[in-house]
């Protein structure tokens, strides 16, 4: 099956500054998508984004389909931003699933 | 919109007991999806349902089962409860399935004592 991995596991910020998240994946994929998981466990969508550069706010993304994999920006980071970023893909010859990453662990400090 | 709404949001129970966990996806839409994520395996599917049928099935023992009403309400039935199956259910929403965005729910945290 398809492998997911993100980098770096674990992310510790000052707030205001910028980081960028990885996600490389092993074959070809009909759907990616990042997700904050918040304090309670919720996945929040940030973007659907298979392929191309999309952006809200502060938060932009940018899939590399053709190279397998996808980075999201962070900018100007606040506290609020905290908390584990997931990416997960799927391809429906993989059983129609979203595959996650193991997950980037972020911490911004005040 | 109303999003995805799951209940109960925390259940405890026994091992060797069952447990229904329920998921009511976003209007209009027609796939749901369940996963669960423990601190060991991360976010692991279980199975999707599609217009009341089981279209896709992850690697779970036949203790998992679900099952998809008229409605697009999902339910998820734990049989025979194990110490293991304590984790966070969360399902998610999608109009046709995987080629469309997934929305989640918050999640229902299950302990087995």
């Known amino acids: 099956g398809i492998q997911v991995e993100q980098s770096p596991p674990d992310l510790i910020l000052q707030e205001g500054a910028n980081s960028t998240l990885r996600c490389n994946f092993s074959?070809?994929?009909?759907?990616l998508q990042w997700f904050h998981q918040n304090p309670w466990g919720q996945l929040i969508n940030l973007f659907y984004i298979p392929s191309g550069t999309k952006q809200n706010g502060r938060l932009s993304a940018t899939t590399v389909a053709t190279e397998r994999y996808s980075l999201l920006y962070i900018s100007s980071s606040q506290t609020t931003d905290s908390g584990v970023y997931f990416c997960?893909?799927?391809?429906?010859?993989?059983?129609?699933?979203?595959?996650f990453g193991q997950g980037t662990e972020l911490s911004v400090k005040p | 919109k109303a999003g995805v709404t799951q209940t109960p949001r925390y259940l405890i129970k026994t091992r060797g007991q069952q447990v229904t966990l329920s998921c009511s996806p976003i209007s209009g839409h027609r796939s749901v999806s369940w996963y669960q994520q423990t601190p060991g395996q991360g976010l692991q599917f279980l199975f999707e349902y599609f217009s009341e049928t089981q279209r896709n099935k992850g690697n779970f023992p036949g203790r998992f089962s679900g099952r998809q009403f008229s409605n697009s309400r999902s339910e998820m039935n734990v049989s025979t409860l194990e110490l293991g199956d304590s984790a966070l259910y969360l399902c998610a929403s999608s109009s046709t399935g995987l080629y469309n965005e997934q929305f989640f729910g918050p999640g229902t945290r299950l302990t087995v004592l």
């Open positions: 997960a893909v799927g391809a429906y010859n993989q059983g129609g699933k979203l595959i």
């Open positions: 074959d070809s994929v009909n759907n």
